[in-house]
């Protein structure tokens, strides 16, 4: 598993986008380790609203994300989940 982090510059200045990254950052690094699969990449494109959102609300965003990527709701399976995309190089 793999975890990137992208913030144009369209957000702000340095400081700005620093701190998207910084708060998208420890929201997956307090995420439960089961929530996220391994064979899986995760791009996370910080937004503006990042810098004025409660952190509890980001949390609950990212949760909700991967649950309807794994194909989950909140925990639950809802059965077939999506074939994993292979990584770059993959054939």
Known sequence: MRVGFTVSRKVG?????????????E???L????????????VLIGRRTVLDLPFNRLVEDFDRALAR??????GKSLGKSPAP???AGAR
């Not at 200045?13 to 950052?25: D, S």
């Not at 089961?34 to 990449?41: E, L, V, W």
């Not at 990527?69 to 909140?74: E, K, L, Y």
């Open 31 to 42: 995420s439960p380790a089961d929530r996220m699969q391994t064979g899986f990449d995760y």
């Open 69 to 74: 990527v794994h194909g989950r709701a909140h």
């Open 13 to 25: 200045n340095a400081v700005e986008r620093n701190r998207v990254r910084r708060r998208l950052r």
């Open 27 to 29: 929201v997956v690094r």
């Open 85 to 87: 995309t292979p990584h």
